[in-house]
C-alpha cells in the first residue's frame, strides 16, 4: 500500500470520483453533506489566506506565508486526525490550524510581532509555526518516542515542505522514528518550489524515495485532492497507532503564490507552469464534483460566502484589535519556574528603558 510511486488520486481534476483497491474503503463515510463541509472548509481557508496577505501588504502584519494552492492538502490531513493526535506544524500550516479550531485571529499574532507564540499548543493539540526548516519533524518523533514510553496511544503528524527534505534534521527523524517505530506521520507538502529553487534541485528521486531509504514506508498523493488527502493520512495514522511505525506521505501540490509575501516567484517561476496547475485547483475540483451530484444551489454558495466573509471581518478586526505586549513581557514564560538568569536580564533591560524615558 505505501510502497509504490503510483500517485493516488479519488478525485480527477474535472471533479470525476475514482475508486482505488486500497485507499477509497477509508473514504466510504464521506457522503454529500461530508463533501459539503470539506468545500466549505477549503473556500474559507483560501479566505484567511487573502485576507492576511491583504493584511501584510498594508502594513499590519511583519510577514505572511501563503497557501494559496495547497488548501486540500492541509485541509484533508488534518481532518483525518482524531482528536489526540498531536500536530507538530512549519509555517506554513493555517488551514491546519483552522481545522483544529485555532481561532483565525491568533495565527496573526506571530506573524504581528506581538508574541513568541500564537496559541497554547496543548490546547489544540498543534504546535505553533516552526521557522526553523525541518526542526518540527525531529520534535515530533522524540514526542512519538515519548508516547510509546509512556504507553499513550494516538498519533503524531509532522509538516513540511519539499525544500526541507535537504536539511538534516529530516533524515534524523526519518532514522530515528523507523529504528524505534515512533507513530509518527511525515507529511511533506511538495509544492514543487523550495523559495526560488525546483524540487528536481532537491532531489534526483521522487521525496518518497526518501522516507523507503530509511525504512519509513512511503507514499504520494495527489495532495490538490482532498478525498485522497484524507484516505492517504487516515491509513498512514492508523498505522502508527496500531504500533506499525512512520510513514512518509508526498503530498504533491503547488504553491501558486509567493514563498511568503516578501518574494515574487515571477523573477523565477515561469507562467506557463502557473497556468497548467490552475487547471488542478483543488476548490474548482470538488465544486465539479458537488455540481456533478447537483449539491450547489445557490443558498449553499451563499451560506459559505458569508462564513467565508464572516470569518475574514474577524481576522481583521482581530489583528488590528491587537494590544501589543508591553517590552518587560518579553521576559515572561522563557522558563515555567523563576530563573535568577531570566531576572538578572530583566532588571538590566528594565535600567536600559529607564535610560531611554530620560532621554526624552
Same mark, same amino acid.
Given at each position: 500500500?505505501?510502497?509504490?510511486? *503510483?500517485?493516488?488520486?479519488?478525485?480527477?481534476?474535472?471533479?470525476?470520483?475514482?475508486?482505488?483497491?486500497?485507499?477509497?474503503?477509508?473514504?466510504?463515510?464521506?457522503?454529500?453533506?461530508? #463533501?459539503?463541509? #470539506?468545500?466549505?472548509?477549503?473556500?474559507?481557508?483560501?479566505?484567511?489566506?487573502?485576507? @492576511?496577505?491583504? #493584511? +501584510?501588504? +498594508?502594513?499590519?502584519?511583519?510577514?505572511? &506565508?501563503?497557501?494559496?494552492? +495547497?488548501? @486540500? $492538502?492541509?485541509?484533508?490531513?488534518?481532518?483525518?486526525? @482524531?482528536?489526540?493526535?498531536? !500536530?507538530?506544524?512549519?509555517?506554513?500550516?493555517?488551514?491546519? &490550524?483552522?481545522?483544529?479550531?485555532?481561532?483565525?485571529?491568533?495565527?496573526?499574532?506571530?506573524?504581528? =510581532?506581538?508574541?513568541?507564540?500564537?496559541?497554547?499548543?496543548?490546547?489544540?493539540?498543534?504546535?505553533?509555526?516552526?521557522?526553523?526548516?525541518?526542526?518540527?519533524?525531529?520534535?515530533?518523533? =522524540?514526542?512519538?518516542?515519548?508516547?510509546?514510553?509512556?504507553? &499513550?496511544? =494516538?498519533?503524531?503528524?509532522?509538516?513540511?515542505?519539499?525544500?526541507?527534505?535537504?536539511?538534516?534534521?529530516?533524515? %534524523?527523524?526519518?532514522?530515528?522514528?523507523?529504528?524505534?517505530?515512533?507513530?509518527?506521520?511525515?507529511?511533506?507538502?511538495?509544492?514543487?518550489?523550495?523559495?526560488?529553487?525546483?524540487?528536481?534541485?532537491?532531489?534526483?528521486?521522487?521525496?518518497?524515495?526518501? =522516507?523507503?531509504?530509511?525504512? !519509513?514506508?512511503?507514499?504520494? !498523493?495527489?495532495?490538490? *485532492?482532498?478525498?485522497?488527502?484524507?484516505?492517504?493520512?487516515?491509513?498512514?495514522?492508523?498505522?502508527?497507532? *496500531?504500533?506499525?511505525?512512520?510513514?512518509?506521505?508526498?503530498?504533491?501540490?503547488?504553491?501558486?503564490?509567493?514563498?511568503?509575501?516578501?518574494?515574487?516567484?515571477?523573477?523565477?517561476?515561469? &507562467?506557463?507552469?502557473?497556468?497548467?496547475?490552475?487547471?488542478?485547483?483543488?476548490?474548482?475540483?470538488?465544486?465539479?464534483?458537488?455540481?456533478?451530484?447537483?449539491?450547489? *444551489?445557490?443558498?449553499?454558495?451563499? +451560506?459559505?460566502?458569508?462564513?467565508?466573509?464572516?470569518?475574514?471581518?474577524?481576522?481583521?478586526?482581530?489583528?488590528?484589535?491587537?494590544? %501589543?505586549?508591553?517590552?518587560?513581557?518579553?521576559?515572561?514564560? !522563557?522558563? @515555567?519556574?523563576?530563573?535568577?538568569?531570566?531576572?538578572?536580564?530583566?532588571?538590566?533591560?528594565? $535600567?536600559?528603558?529607564?535610560?531611554?524615558?530620560?532621554?526624552?
Amino acid at each position: 500500500m505505501f510502497d509504490t510511486d *503510483d500517485l493516488v488520486q479519488l478525485v480527477t481534476e474535472s471533479g470525476e470520483r475514482r475508486t482505488h483497491p486500497d485507499f477509497s474503503p477509508y473514504v466510504d463515510d464521506i457522503d454529500l453533506p461530508a #463533501l459539503r463541509g #470539506l468545500y466549505e472548509d477549503l473556500v474559507v481557508v483560501r479566505r484567511i489566506d487573502a485576507e @492576511a496577505t491583504a #493584511l +501584510q501588504r +498594508q502594513g499590519e502584519l511583519g510577514l505572511w &506565508a501563503p497557501l494559496l494552492g +495547497q488548501e @486540500a $492538502a492541509q485541509v484533508g490531513s488534518a481532518r483525518a486526525l @482524531a482528536s489526540d493526535d498531536f !500536530v507538530f506544524a512549519s509555517y506554513r500550516e493555517h488551514g491546519v &490550524a483552522y481545522c483544529r479550531g485555532v481561532d483565525p485571529t491568533h495565527m496573526l499574532r506571530f506573524w504581528r =510581532g506581538s508574541t513568541h507564540s500564537g496559541w497554547n499548543p496543548f490546547e489544540y493539540k498543534m504546535t505553533t509555526p516552526a521557522i526553523i526548516v525541518g526542526s518540527q519533524a525531529l520534535h515530533a518523533t =522524540g514526542y512519538g518516542m515519548g508516547m510509546q514510553f509512556d504507553g &499513550a496511544t =494516538g498519533a503524531v503528524i509532522t509538516y513540511f515542505g519539499d525544500g526541507a527534505t535537504s536539511q538534516g534534521d529530516i533524515s %534524523e527523524a526519518f532514522g530515528f522514528a523507523a529504528s524505534f517505530a515512533a507513530p509518527v506521520v511525515f507529511f511533506c507538502q511538495n509544492n514543487q518550489w523550495a523559495i526560488s529553487e525546483p524540487v528536481s534541485l532537491q532531489s534526483p528521486v521522487g521525496i518518497a524515495a526518501r =522516507g523507503r531509504g530509511f525504512g !519509513v514506508p512511503s507514499v504520494r !498523493v495527489d495532495g490538490n *485532492d482532498v478525498l485522497a488527502v484524507i484516505a492517504v493520512t487516515r491509513a498512514a495514522l492508523e498505522r502508527a497507532r *496500531d504500533g506499525a511505525g512512520p510513514t512518509l506521505i508526498e503530498a504533491v501540490t503547488y504553491r501558486m503564490g509567493p514563498h511568503t509575501t516578501s518574494d515574487d516567484p515571477t523573477r523565477y517561476r515561469p &507562467a506557463s507552469l502557473d497556468e497548467e496547475w490552475t487547471t488542478k485547483d483543488p476548490l474548482d475540483r470538488i465544486r465539479a464534483l458537488l455540481d456533478a451530484e447537483d449539491a450547489v *444551489d445557490e443558498d449553499y454558495l451563499a +451560506q459559505i460566502k458569508a462564513q467565508a466573509d464572516t470569518t475574514a471581518a474577524a481576522l481583521r478586526r482581530g489583528c488590528l484589535e491587537t494590544v %501589543e505586549p508591553v517590552p518587560m513581557s518579553l521576559f515572561d514564560n !522563557v522558563y @515555567a519556574e523563576p530563573h535568577p538568569l531570566v531576572d538578572e536580564e530583566r532588571r538590566r533591560y528594565a $535600567a536600559y528603558l529607564d535610560t531611554l524615558q530620560g532621554s526624552h
